[in-house]
């Protein structure tokens, strides 16, 4: 069974930067294709960014694009999500997703997803 553990979320002032971490275990992680999405109070969730098992292959929502990186390090079993340049609706918990699949390819719907984590708070101040 894949578990998932985000960490690294806090409060942040607007244009400052955080990195998210996601702990990846149970299963092997060069299988996954791993992603990352947001979720606001009162809103559906989001997808953000998400890297192809290889690590290859990346894909970025446009709201982020430029502004977040994300990579994965298969030494330690973890995908990052480097955030620069953050802003006031960049708030939201931020949520890890792993998806396991034979294909090189980045997965982009919530709904192919099978495994998830808990999140992490991102909070940014104006």
């Known amino acids: 069974q894949v578990q998932l553990a985000e960490s690294g979320g806090g409060l942040v002032q607007a244009g400052g930067s955080l990195r998210l971490s996601c702990a990846f275990s149970?299963?092997?992680?060069?299988?996954?294709?791993m992603g990352w999405f947001r979720q606001a109070p009162g809103k559906e969730r989001e997808f953000v960014a998400a890297?192809?098992?290889?690590?290859?292959?990346?894909y970025y929502a446009e709201s982020v694009k430029g502004r977040f990186t994300i990579s994965r390090d298969s030494a330690k079993n973890t995908v990052y999500l480097q955030m620069t340049s953050l802003k006031p609706e960049d708030t939201a918990l931020y949520l890890c997703?792993?998806?396991?699949?034979?294909?090189?390819?980045?997965?982009?719907?919530?709904?192919?997803?099978?495994?998830w984590g808990q999140g992490t708070q991102v909070t940014v101040s104006s």
């Open positions: 890297v192809s098992k290889s690590g290859i292959n990346t």
């Open positions: 149970g299963r092997t992680f060069r299988y996954y294709a």
């Open positions: 997703a792993a998806d396991y699949t034979a294909l090189d390819r980045t997965v982009i719907s919530p709904n192919e997803y099978d495994n």
